[in-house]
């Protein structure tokens, strides 16, 4: 069960019964993860409203009505998934000890954050929601997928909002005053707030082009940017990343020492990506010369594609992630794009990546529908 599900009236009797009950205990009760309810709570305090709500529900006189259990059918998982899960249970990690170091003070492309690469990683990679396009098919099959296959770390590829106003190509105003920045924000919040619901692994957040619009507005108006509104405005402050309980990052992923920062020898690397080829998996296959023999993850392109090459320094994989985005946008015409994610393994030097199709609302891993 997600908070936004529940009713009003339920939410406010959660919080009324807070007072005087385990948080742990209302979890339960009412299907809820018991972080989520914690951080739900600590954020009203927050905003000066817990107190409000409470002695609004004081004043009613009428019994609490304890809220109907609903419980989800079970998914039914093939094999594959089931090895999936059997390998990567009990390794969840928490807090940040699995990042190993980040290098803030460099130039934004030469950022990088070193994960350890010597634990056996299970990763989900997700991208490109551009909200307030996403489409909301595909992020409750995404939903469906994080509460379905074990994992012990999330990554999100970027480009979490559009941004739709600050696109220096033209734009249809319709479209812009229906889905303002007030929107944008409203909608990657929503998304944010179900997947914080469904799994308490790491994040990590990654930027994306689209985001960058946001910095270089930012930059380009010296008001907002040589005032103190400028740390007030940025879009880590706006979208409460550390709230949702994301990493945010600017720059690349290696799963690598830290040791050799000079010349890094990852076992991954995940980035936005910049390079855009004709063709599902093209642009990382020219990304992946760039950096060498490494496996490799990227978005940025919204095409779903995996692949595997072979050199001197041993077996490699790469791939793109799709797009968790609308596949119609109003200035392209059946453009070349895939919704769906990916599962990712680090085994040791070996990488494995699996594409996971979303497809009319469902996601297909191996020969299993969720």
Same mark, same amino acid.
């Given at each position: 069960?997600?908070?936004?599900? +529940?009713?009003?009236?339920?939410?406010?009797?959660?919080?009324?019964?807070?007072?005087?009950?385990?948080?742990?205990?209302?979890?339960?009760?009412?299907?809820?993860?018991? #972080?989520?309810?914690?951080? &739900?709570?600590?954020? +009203?305090? #927050?905003?000066?409203?817990?107190?409000?709500?409470?002695?609004? #529900?004081?004043?009613? =006189?009428?019994?609490?009505?304890?809220?109907?259990?609903?419980?989800?059918?079970?998914?039914?998982?093939?094999? *594959?998934?089931?090895?999936?899960?059997?390998?990567?249970?009990?390794?969840?990690?928490?807090?940040?000890?699995?990042?190993?170091?980040? %290098?803030?003070?460099?130039?934004?492309?030469?950022?990088?954050?070193?994960?350890?690469?010597?634990?056996?990683?299970?990763?989900?990679? *997700?991208?490109? $929601?551009?909200?307030?396009?996403?489409?909301?098919?595909?992020?409750?099959?995404?939903?469906?997928?994080?509460?379905?296959?074990?994992?012990?770390?999330?990554?999100?590829?970027?480009?979490?909002?559009? $941004?739709?106003?600050? =696109?220096?190509?033209?734009?249809?105003?319709?479209?812009?005053?229906?889905?303002?920045? !007030?929107?944008?924000?409203?909608?990657? %919040?929503?998304?944010?707030?179900?997947?914080?619901?469904?799994?308490?692994?790491? &994040?990590?957040?990654?930027?994306?082009?689209?985001?960058?619009?946001?910095?270089?507005?930012?930059?380009?108006?010296?008001?907002?940017?040589?005032?103190?509104?400028?740390?007030?405005?940025?879009? !880590?402050?706006?979208?409460?990343?550390?709230?949702?309980?994301?990493?945010?990052?600017?720059?690349?992923?290696?799963?690598?020492?830290?040791?050799?920062?000079?010349?890094?020898?990852?076992? $991954?690397?995940?980035?936005?990506?910049?390079?855009?080829?004709?063709?599902?998996?093209?642009?990382?296959?020219? #990304? *992946?010369?760039?950096?060498?023999?490494?496996?490799?993850?990227?978005?940025?392109?919204?095409? $779903?594609?995996?692949?595997?090459?072979?050199?001197?320094?041993?077996?490699?994989?790469?791939?793109?992630? /799709?797009?968790?985005?609308?596949?119609?946008?109003?200035?392209?015409?059946?453009?070349?794009?895939?919704? /769906?994610?990916?599962?990712?393994?680090?085994?040791?030097?070996?990488?494995?990546?699996?594409?996971?199709?979303?497809?009319?609302?469902?996601?297909?891993?191996?020969?299993?529908?969720?």
């Amino acid at each position: 069960m997600v908070w936004t599900e +529940l009713g009003r009236d339920v939410q406010d009797k959660i919080i009324l019964r807070s007072q005087t009950e385990p948080i742990e205990k209302l979890a339960e009760e009412y299907q809820l993860l018991p #972080q989520s309810l914690h951080r &739900k709570i600590r954020r +009203l305090k #927050q905003d000066g409203l817990y107190q409000w709500i409470i002695d609004k #529900q004081s004043k009613k =006189s009428a019994p609490q009505q304890k809220m109907a259990e609903v419980k989800p059918e079970p998914v039914k998982i093939d094999p *594959f998934i089931a090895r999936i899960n059997n390998a990567v249970k009990g390794s969840a990690t928490s807090n940040n000890q699995y990042i190993l170091n980040v %290098n803030p003070d460099a130039q934004v492309k030469d950022r990088v954050m070193y994960i350890d690469p010597k634990r056996q990683w299970h990763g989900i990679f *997700f991208t490109d $929601l551009h909200c307030p396009y996403q489409d909301d098919d595909s992020i409750n099959a995404m939903i469906r997928v994080i509460k379905t296959l074990d994992h012990n770390i999330i990554i999100n590829g970027g480009d979490n909002l559009d $941004l739709y106003g600050l =696109s220096t190509f033209a734009k249809d105003y319709d479209n812009l005053f229906q889905n303002n920045f !007030d929107k944008e924000i409203k909608e990657h %919040n929503r998304v944010m707030e179900r997947i914080a619901e469904a799994s308490n692994a790491p &994040k990590v957040s990654l930027y994306g082009n689209h985001m960058e619009r946001y910095d270089k507005w930012l930059s380009a108006t010296p008001f907002v940017s040589m005032g103190s509104a400028k740390n007030q405005m940025s879009l !880590d402050v706006l979208l409460s990343m550390g709230y949702y309980g994301w990493n945010p990052f600017m720059g690349t992923i290696m799963f690598a020492e830290k040791e050799n920062q000079m010349f890094p020898k990852p076992v $991954l690397v995940l980035d936005h990506g910049t390079r855009v080829a004709k063709g599902s998996g093209k642009s990382a296959a020219s #990304q *992946f010369k760039s950096y060498g023999a490494v496996s490799y993850i990227m978005g940025h392109v919204h095409r $779903l594609g995996v692949s595997y090459m072979r050199t001197l320094h041993g077996q490699h994989c790469i791939a793109e992630g /799709g797009t968790l985005r609308g596949l119609n946008p109003d200035y392209m015409k059946y453009p070349d794009w895939q919704n /769906g994610m990916l599962h990712f393994v680090i085994d040791g030097d070996t990488v494995s990546i699996t594409p996971i199709l979303i497809s009319n609302g469902n996601a297909y891993i191996g020969n299993t529908k969720i």
